[in-house]
């Protein structure tokens, strides 16, 4: 494992390909376009649609999920959709900023049973449920192991609940989808560029060309590099990322597109900053807690030894036939690899003479390689008889999928001062040194392996009773199998395996007293079957438990006000997981065994509301705020019933909003963010609490000409200090301070 990196050469080679393939690709494609002329009447049609979508507004009318066949206002679920338009305006590039939008949801590591490690990959809980293993994009489970960049991607969808009749194996809080920016039939493109006061600079491109009638071809461009956030000198994120979509109309009724994507990330992370235990705190003389502000700027690991990189790829063919105008028919298949390897400092406490000083030779390292193949069919159904309607899709899927973590050594030379030292430690208080380090991390042949296939059949049904009624019913059947080995501290088990067949379904009925109103309830579950994060526990009998079920109950009303430019929406749930829990017993010989039942019970219930839309034709909101009561009910344990769960603070709250003014020349925004606190608990232990924060965020655009716009982003408004991230080992991970960036994008 080496570390490389991205350079401006690599970018530039690889921003020159894709335009040299571009131009023999446009030939390409007028010749393919010769067997089929779109008529007018569609071309229009086309054309209306892309001005459509270009209209600002936060509300989202329907969901990109093909299962859900209904308007989101009509769909009895909560689901909050963070749209491209909201992106843009609060200057967001990341995965983890954009779920800021959405109460309830919390974006931060929890390893190791919770709170255990700090990890750079993108990592979720919906509602206190880890939701990591449940993100989707266009539909399909996406690969694991890196942080999403944005530039790719319409829109953020947000489902909460049990939701395993759409997502297959999960946990029951909730899933998330990103939307890929596809090819359209129409001309359009734009480049931006922004900076801010971390050294970041950013340029992106995205360019759709109709390249005939019945082709286009859409190019989207993203790099990225530094992110210096504490100024310690030595963080930054590199990331160079491209992709393609190629639209062909093969026929009036049948449609393909290819979609291409590859991301590199080149960086020099840190994990987080030293947390003071109470030994530490007693040796240091400093304050137990998280170290104070004033040493937020310095460096706590090692020069030359610390990185992380990551290449993502993913191609998928998607496939649309109307067969007629009750049947279509839908085909999409994926494959996708990942490959990280990282070494990471973790600042961690030494012992003894040495518990104020941090022990230099801690580290995280990876080295995972994580490839998927997987393949939908979806037939969309509708039909009437007397005054009962169906909007009807029958599907199945396949999918293969492996990860493998190689297991690593580190094989590292420290020297202080010319002197070959075993361990060189760092002051916290005053952490220049002159450490130098030799040599690099490698596989050590303990690796674990997860290698699963998945077959499922689906089917969901819409029913609408005249005007007033809706009954929604689905339902899907998992045959899920997993076999590997796996290692840990320095113990293998190998022809390790568990399978499970499950049957997962939701149903709902609404009543719509009016147009523009519904009231609902709903009753779902989703299963999580051993081996879900494609590891194996070691216990053969964890491995043979049957999937922790996972039930949610939801009564919930939506309102379109405004001529529906304003989506209110209300809801009580309740959320109740059967998990795994084990107990050890000692033989009179006194040896010692672990033994694992499903008798172990969360609960997470409360309540949300929400409001999207135009308040007036100058004025757009986004807000959301979430109630969360949440605890373990049951364990064999009677002292850890009454525990919390991880990533669930009780209240959380966010508005934005955008105001437009001068002919929507001048577009002013701002907004809050506000958490009431979160515990960090791991193995049913509560390590830390972050009290309570708010956060605020302004912005200002302003339309030049009617090509060329510039915006100004503060966040962090009044540079509030929290804590976003928490490790047992011994350090967190503060919010970002405030940040300014200035942004200008040019379209054509």
């Known amino acids: 494992m080496q570390k490389k990196r991205i350079g401006t050469s690599l970018s530039t080679s690889a921003l020159a390909l894709t335009v040299s393939s571009v131009l023999p690709m446009t030939g390409i494609a007028a010749d393919l376009a010769e067997p089929y002329q779109a008529t007018e009447t569609q071309s229009e049609l086309e054309l209306t649609k892309a001005k459509a979508d270009v209209e600002k507004t936060y509300k989202v009318d329907e969901s990109s999920s093909v299962k859900l066949t209904q308007p989101i206002a009509d769909t009895p679920r909560t689901i909050t959709v963070i749209p491209s338009t909201m992106l843009e305006d609060q200057g967001i590039t990341s995965l983890n900023d954009a779920l800021r939008n959405v109460a309830g949801v919390s974006t931060f590591g929890g390893g190791e049973g919770g709170g255990g490690t700090v990890t750079t990959s993108d990592s979720v809980s919906i509602r206190g449920f880890d939701a990591s293993s449940s993100i989707y994009i266009d539909g399909i489970r996406d690969i694991g192991g890196y942080s999403r960049d944005m530039f790719n991607y319409d829109q953020v969808e947000v489902i909460k609940g049990a939701s395993g009749s759409i997502d297959g194996r999960t946990n029951g809080g909730g899933s998330l989808n990103l939307s890929t920016k596809r090819a359209q039939l129409d001309d359009f493109g734009s480049v931006s560029g922004r900076y801010d006061n971390f050294d970041t600079g950013r340029v992106t491109a995205d360019v759709n060309k109709q390249l005939s009638d019945n082709t286009a071809a859409r190019f989207n461009l993203v790099y990225s590099d530094g992110g210096d956030v504490f100024d310690n000198g030595r963080e930054n994120y590199e990331t160079l990322g491209l992709a393609g ?80 105008d009750n049947l279509s028919l839908r085909s999409q298949t994926r494959y996708g690899s990942n490959d990280k390897k990282s070494v990471i400092g973790r600042p961690w406490w030494g012992s003894d003479d040495e518990a104020g000083l941090l022990d230099a030779t801690k580290i995280q390292s990876l080295d995972e390689e994580s490839d998927l193949f997987v393949t939908q069919f979806d037939g969309l159904f509708t039909f009437e008889q007397d005054n009962i309607a169906h909007n009807l899709v029958i599907g199945a899927e396949y999918a293969k999928e492996k990860l493998t973590s190689y297991g690593l050594d580190a094989d590292y030379t420290y020297t202080v001062d010319g002197e070959v030292v075993d361990t060189p430690y760092i002051d916290p208080t005053n952490p220049l040194n002159n450490i130098e380090v030799s040599g690099s991390v490698v596989r050590n042949g303990e690796d674990t392996v997860g290698d699963a296939d998945t077959i499922a059949i689906y089917a969901f049904d819409s029913i609408s009773i005249g005007e007033q009624y809706q009954l929604d019913v689905n339902a899907r059947l998992d045959d899920y199998e997993i076999e590997g080995e796996t290692c840990s501290r320095g113990t293998c088990a190998t022809g390790l395996s568990a399978d499970a067949t499950f049957f997962s379904y939701g149903v709902a009925f609404s009543y719509m007293p009016t147009e523009n109103g519904s009231i609902y309830v709903s009753y779902g579950n989703s299963e999580e079957p051993p081996g879900t994060e494609l590891a194996l526990s070691t216990s053969a009998d964890s491995n043979s438990l049957d999937p922790q079920d996972a039930e949610t109950m939801e009564l919930g009303t939506k309102w379109e006000l405004f001529d529906g430019d304003l989506l209110l929406t209300a809801a009580i749930f ?4 059967d998990v795994e829990d084990s107990e050890s017993i000692t033989d009179d010989d006194g040896n010692s065994s672990t033994y694992y039942y499903l008798t172990g019970e969360q609960e997470s219930k409360g309540f949300e509301i929400g409001v999207v839309g135009n308040l007036t034709d100058n004025l757009s909101i986004s807000a959301n705020y979430a109630k969360l009561d949440t605890e373990t009910t049951q364990d064999l344990d009677p002292d850890e019933v009454g525990n919390g769960l991880q990533a669930a603070p009780d209240d959380t709250a966010t508005v934005w909003l955008s105001y437009s003014a001068m002919d929507d020349k001048l577009n002013l925004g701002g907004g809050l963010y506000y958490n009431s606190g979160e515990t960090y608990w791991r193995q049913q232990t509560a390590y830390f609490t972050v009290d309570a924060y708010t956060t605020a965020s302004l912005m200002a655009s302003y339309q030049v000409t009617p090509a060329l716009k510039v915006q100004v982003n503060i966040d962090n408004l009044f540079d509030e200090e929290y804590v976003t991230d928490f490790s047992a080992k011994g350090h967190f991970r503060p919010g970002d301070p405030r940040s300014f960036a200035v942004y200008a994008s040019y379209n054509f």
């Open 574 to 577: 309740k959320t109740t997981k």
């Open 245 to 324: 979509s190629f639209f062909y109309q093969a026929t009036p009724d049948t449609d393909v597109t290819l979609d291409v994507f590859y991301m590199d990330q080149d960086n020099t992370p840190i994990l987080g900053l030293p947390y003071v235990t109470a030994d530490a705190a007693e040796a240091s003389g400093l304050d137990e807690g998280p170290i104070d502000s004033s040493y937020w700027s310095n460096y706590y690991s090692v020069d030359g030894r610390d990185y992380e990189d990551i290449d993502t790829g993913m191609i998928t063919l998607l496939v649309n036939h109307k067969v007629n």
